[in-house]
């Protein structure tokens, strides 16, 4: 029998599964604060987006402030990594995927 190695790869399919059999089949509260915390993100950016572009008119222009949005709450959740607050964590991740979904799916929509 083969023995299993504690391994970086071995450690990331760990986490990888842990972190969608959480998202699948955890608990409904969440389920549902992961839901609507990445639907947040998405709204937040394409609202920012589209305001940025009437205020701005140059797309290049637009993308800064989400940079730094998404730039905030990376510090952010290393501020709260250190004080193990799981279900912050859970929602500055999804917000922070909404917004880079909202900034990859606007730059399709504009061709760029």
């Not at 915390?37 to 394409?46: T, W």
């Amino acid at each position: 029998m083969m023995k299993i190695y504690n391994t970086n790869y071995n450690s990331f399919i760990k986490y990888i599964t842990g972190f969608i059999s959480k998202a699948l089949f955890g608990p409904w509260k969440v389920r549902s604060i992961g839901l609507i915390s990445l639907l947040v993100g998405y709204y937040l950016a394409s609202i920012l987006t589209t305001y940025f572009l009437v205020l701005f008119t140059q797309r290049s222009l637009v993308v800064i402030p989400l940079v730094i949005l998404v730039e905030i709450s990376v510090r952010l959740r290393r501020a709260l990594l250190n004080n193990q607050k799981e279900s912050y964590l859970l929602i500055l991740d999804n917000i922070r995927i909404g917004i880079t979904y909202a900034v990859v799916l606007e730059a399709f929509k504009l061709g760029s």
